[in-house]
């Protein structure tokens, strides 16, 4: 019985079998119609061809960077110190470079007015072409200061006062007022100025101040009363 069972039971599976055979049969089939297509003229012509075009795109792009870039093409950035606007124009283009110019509001006196006092980047730097390079102008001149009120003001505190707002004190003379070393007038070029007038940064200036004596007005005042 039970071999008759057996028998039945592989008698059903037949055709599940001569099935999974075949597809293998199949798959071998194609796998080998693939390898003679590997080893076949047309596959390699079409590699070939691929490998061409693959070539000559990266060969098209190093050199659309190289030139849109300027890949490994430095300047040296010259030296513009103390040249004029109108020059610093003309190395500039000279060197394949741009600019931009900065006021200055510090006047340099070791420096021609209206001349380069200082560039970014700095002299001998190595750049890209086109690379922008600024520039700081020195002005015409010192910028002008206030006059601090210091009239009636020591001596001492005046000085202190006028250097904080860049200024200085040439000299000293002295009339006859009673308050000894303090200020009543103040001079510029020989003229008298006054508090909240403007004046040149680093003017040197003359303090007017008082000796210490009795005025004679001062006297004759006393005297008729």
Same mark, same amino acid.
């Given at each position: 019985m039970n071999c008759v069972f057996f028998n039945q039971l592989l008698g059903s599976s037949q055709p599940i079998v001569l099935a999974h055979f075949l597809y293998l049969c199949r798959q071998l089939w194609e796998m080998r119609n693939f390898f003679n297509f590997l080893r076949s003229r047309s596959f390699l012509i079409q590699l070939g061809l691929a490998l061409v075009v693959t070539v000559v795109i990266v060969l098209l792009t190093l050199r659309w960077l190289n030139s849109s870039t300027n890949h490994g093409e430095f300047v040296e950035v010259p030296d513009f110190a103390k040249m004029t606007v109108m020059d610093m124009r003309k190395g500039i283009e000279d060197a394949g470079l741009r600019y931009e110019v900065?006021?200055?509001?510090?006047?340099?006196? /070791?420096?021609? +007015?209206? %001349?380069? &006092?200082?560039?970014?980047? $700095?002299?001998?730097?190595?750049?890209?072409?086109?690379?922008?390079?600024?520039?700081?102008?020195?002005?015409?001149?010192?910028?002008?200061?206030?006059?601090?009120?210091?009239?009636?003001?020591?001596?001492?505190?005046?000085?202190?006062?006028?250097?904080?707002?860049?200024? /200085?004190?040439? +000299?000293? %003379?002295? &009339?006859?007022?009673?308050? $000894?070393?303090?200020?009543?007038?103040?001079?510029?070029?020989?003229?008298?100025v006054k508090p909240g007038d403007k004046l040149p940064k680093t003017s040197k200036i003359e303090l007017v101040c008082g000796n210490g004596t009795i005025p004679d007005r001062a006297q004759i005042k006393a005297d008729s009363n």
């Open positions: 900065l006021d200055s509001a510090n006047y340099n006196p /070791d420096y021609p +007015r209206f %001349s380069i &006092i200082e560039q970014d980047p $700095k002299a001998g730097s190595k750049v890209k072409e086109d690379r922008k390079v600024y520039f700081t102008v020195n002005p015409s001149g010192y910028k002008k200061v206030t006059v601090p009120n210091i009239i009636q003001v020591t001596q001492r505190n005046a000085s202190s006062m006028l250097k904080a707002v860049g200024l /200085d004190i040439q +000299r000293v %003379s002295y &009339i006859d007022e009673l308050g $000894k070393d303090m200020v009543y007038q103040i001079k510029f070029k020989g003229k008298y």
